[in-house]
């Protein structure tokens, strides 16, 4: 859906609200450091958060393009998109696409949903980065969901600001703030009822238990978490580069030559002097690009015992076979091996 006519001519005058300058300052700091070409993709839903992203970006990059996500699970869906497609034309969007998509079942709605739209944007971007409305009370969501999960600092570190090609630039802004910038600008979004359900946990967190950890705690959570995250994913980077040290190690050292094959094994002599934080993740890295798919603490931490509590244990299954076969992790002869059978 575009139309024709100067992008300076089409958009809106935002008003200098401090909402409004709030998000566009957010905005401008993110694309020289991600988007450098200043051409940016929106993923456009008609809510406050992506309205608001949506008319900032057209502002403040030189191009933007509107992709809209029409999961087609409600009543009216497609009108819903269609509007959101004709508001981002008028905001100045460069185009405006409605991608329909089929939402399957497995890991139910909400995870088959996501999955879903992210393929859809992810075919439809054209190579350009995605810009997604995720503002500081979704991340604090995402810690708080990541928590429960207690499948270490990784299942905390929430959303980066950039994980290629998902662009965040509203992520220290808070969703009060989106809201008041489309009152301050006359934009009416979209109110999804899917985010009133509390058929959702998500939707459970945000309305009942964030608000009473706030009350509780005196304030300040939301942001409290969302620094958290950050500080994780700083903390994260660095081991992440030290375990891959530690993994390259491990497939190197051999103390016997002849033993050597194309395999990609591990020294279990390398892993096991190693601290523990490297250890997993060195294994974790092994065993995705591996091909394993899935992975959670309990298959991590039983291959970890491969190593560091052996006792003639057999091999570990872990996700990412198929219907005939599965992906083992073992131990042979001194070494982490892995084998589909």
């Given at each position: 859906?575009?139309?024709?006519?100067?992008?300076?001519?089409r958009t809106?005058?935002?008003?200098?609200?401090?909402?409004?300058?709030?998000?566009?300052?957010a905005?401008r700091a993110?694309?020289?450091?991600?988007?450098?070409?200043?051409?940016?993709?929106?993923?456009?839903?008609?809510g406050?958060?992506s309205l608001?992203l949506?008319?900032?970006?057209?502002?403040?990059?030189?191009s933007?393009?509107a992709?809209?996500?029409?999961?087609?699970?409600?009543p009216?869906?497609?009108?819903?998109?269609?509007d959101a497609?004709?508001?981002a034309?008028?905001?100045?969007?460069?185009s405006?696409?409605?991608?329909?998509?089929?939402?399957?079942?497995?890991?139910?709605?909400?995870?088959?949903?996501?999955?879903a739209?992210?393929?859809?944007?992810?075919?439809?971007?054209?190579?350009?980065?995605?810009?997604?409305?995720?503002?500081?009370?979704?991340?604090?969501?995402?810690?708080?969901?990541?928590?429960?999960?207690?499948?270490?600092?990784?299942s905390?570190?929430?959303?980066?600001?950039?994980?290629?090609?998902?662009?965040?630039?509203?992520?220290?802004?808070?969703?009060?703030v989106?809201?008041?910038?489309?009152?301050?600008?006359?934009?009416?979004?979209?109110?999804?009822p899917?985010?009133?359900?509390?058929?959702?946990?998500?939707?459970?967190?945000?309305?009942e238990?964030?608000?009473?950890?706030?009350?509780v705690?005196?304030?300040?959570?939301?942001?409290a978490?969302a620094?958290t995250a950050?500080q994780?994913r700083?903390?994260?980077?660095?081991?992440?580069?030290?375990?891959?040290?530690l993994?390259?190690?491990a497939?190197?050292?051999?103390?016997?030559?002849?033993?050597?094959?194309?395999?990609?094994?591990?020294?279990?002599?390398?892993?096991?002097t190693a601290?523990?934080?490297?250890?997993?993740r060195a294994?974790?890295?092994?065993l995705l690009?591996?091909g394993?798919?899935?992975?959670t603490?309990?298959?991590?931490?039983?291959?970890?015992?491969?190593?560091?509590?052996?006792?003639?244990?057999?091999?570990?299954?872990?996700?990412?076979?198929s219907?005939?076969?599965?992906?083992?992790?073992?131990?042979?002869?001194?070494?982490?091996?892995?084998?589909?059978?």
């Open positions: 859906m575009d139309r024709p006519g100067s992008r300076l001519a809106r005058r935002l008003p200098e609200t401090a909402a409004v300058l709030e998000i566009r300052q905005v993110w694309l020289p450091e991600y988007a450098p070409a200043r051409a940016v993709a929106v993923a456009l839903s008609g406050a958060d608001a949506t008319a900032a970006a057209v502002v403040e990059a030189d933007v393009d992709l809209i996500v029409d999961h087609r699970l409600q009216g869906s497609a009108q819903v998109a269609a497609a004709a508001a034309l008028r905001l100045g969007c460069r405006a696409r409605v991608l329909e998509v089929e939402v399957g079942t497995e890991g139910g709605m909400e995870a088959a949903a996501r999955h739209r992210y393929a859809a944007l992810g075919a439809a971007r054209a190579g350009l980065p995605v810009l997604l409305g995720h503002t500081l009370d979704d991340q604090a969501e995402t810690v708080l969901l990541g928590l429960a999960r207690g499948s270490g600092g990784r905390i570190q929430g959303m980066a600001s950039y994980a290629e090609p998902w662009g965040r630039p509203l992520l220290g802004v808070r969703r009060a989106t809201r008041q910038f489309c009152a301050d600008f006359g934009a009416t979004p979209h109110e999804d899917h985010n009133f359900s509390p058929d959702f946990t998500r939707v459970r967190l945000r309305s238990a964030l608000p009473l950890l706030e009350d705690l005196g304030g300040g959570v939301a942001a978490l620094r950050e994780l700083e903390d994260g980077a660095v081991l992440d580069v030290l375990a891959t040290d993994l390259e190690a497939r190197g050292h051999r103390t016997d030559p002849a033993t050597a094959t194309d395999e990609d094994t591990l020294s279990i002599e390398i892993l096991a601290p523990a934080a490297l250890r997993r294994i974790r890295a092994w690009a591996g394993a798919k899935a992975l603490d309990k298959h991590l931490r039983a291959v970890d015992a491969l190593v560091t509590a052996w006792r003639g244990q057999g091999g570990v299954a872990v996700g990412g076979g219907p005939r076969t599965r992906l083992v992790a073992g131990r042979e002869h001194g070494r982490l091996t892995m084998h589909r059978r």
